[in-house]
T-cell receptor, first 112, second 112 residues
Framework: SQQGEEDPQALSIQEGENATMNCSYK?????LQWYRQNSGRGLVHLIL?????REKHSGRLRVTLDTSKKSSSLLITASRAADTASYFC????????????FGKGTKLTVNP | DTGVSQNPRHKITKRGQNVTFRCDPI?????LYWYRQTLGQGPEFLTY????????KSRLLSDRFSAERPKGSFSTLEIQRTEQGDSAMYLC??????????FGPGTRLTVT
């Protein structure tokens, strides 16, 4: 079963605009990770945020985590056509398991 | 290239045949994970190893599936008596405890 729910399912923007994707999850977590996947390829790790962190930055990426609402957001600033991909959030549930539980992803299209 | 590698990248097989996939993790990582991804969905956890010990298996991993990591380095995933429903992308990832999981490019299985 999939814990994470990304919102929106699809997003289309113009180059230079910001893109915001949201993720909600159901159970308590150790950490939450965001991944990018280009069509038919493997996943590229973007950023990991731990349950005791509220915000993290990496280059043009900004991730927030609200454990009280069980939600996270990924902001990509000044988007580029190369950012076109599917973006997944994945949670590592508390309780000893180290598996990641993924959502269905947000398909982002950045138009040149 | 020091990333996670998977072989083969593509496999087409007839229903009822056995297939085996290989994953070579990042060399210093002691955790190795297998996931399965179908079209339009996020990856779903199958199993994971810490060194050579298989610590968790998903209910998705039926009796036809077996995974090994005999020397704590590379891992194999075998599917016996393949069915059309096994068609998917099989992804391998590796990590340290509590850190990011790094994914390989995946093996795309098509069962005809």
């Amino acid at each position: 079963s999939q814990q994470g729910e990304e919102d929106p399912q699809a997003l289309s923007i113009q180059e230079g605009e910001n893109a915001t994707m949201n993720c909600s999850y159901k159970t308590s977590i150790n950490n939450l990770q965001w991944y990018r996947q280009n069509s038919g390829r493997g996943l590229v790790h973007l950023i990991l945020i731990r349950s005791n962190e509220r915000e993290k930055h990496s280059g043009r990426l900004r991730v927030t985590l609200d454990t009280s609402k069980k939600s996270s957001s990924l902001l990509i600033t000044a988007s580029r056509a190369a950012d076109t991909a599917s973006y997944f959030c994945a949670t590592e549930p508390q309780g000893g398991s180290e598996k990641l539980v993924f959502g269905k992803g947000t398909k982002l299209t950045v138009n040149p | 290239d020091t990333g996670v590698s998977q072989n083969p990248r593509h496999k087409i097989t007839k229903r009822g045949q056995n297939v085996t996939f290989r994953c070579d993790p990042i060399s210093e990582h002691n955790r190795l994970y297998w996931y399965r991804q179908t079209l339009g969905q996020g990856p779903e956890f199958l199993t994971y190893f810490q060194n050579e010990a298989q610590l968790e298996k998903s209910r998705l991993l039926s009796d036809r599936f077996s995974a090994e990591r005999p020397k704590g380095s590379f891992s194999t995933l075998e599917i016996q008596r393949t069915e059309q429903g096994d068609s998917a992308m099989y992804l391998c990832a590796s990590s340290y405890r509590g850190s990011e999981q790094y994914f390989g490019p995946g093996t795309r299985l098509t069962v005809t």
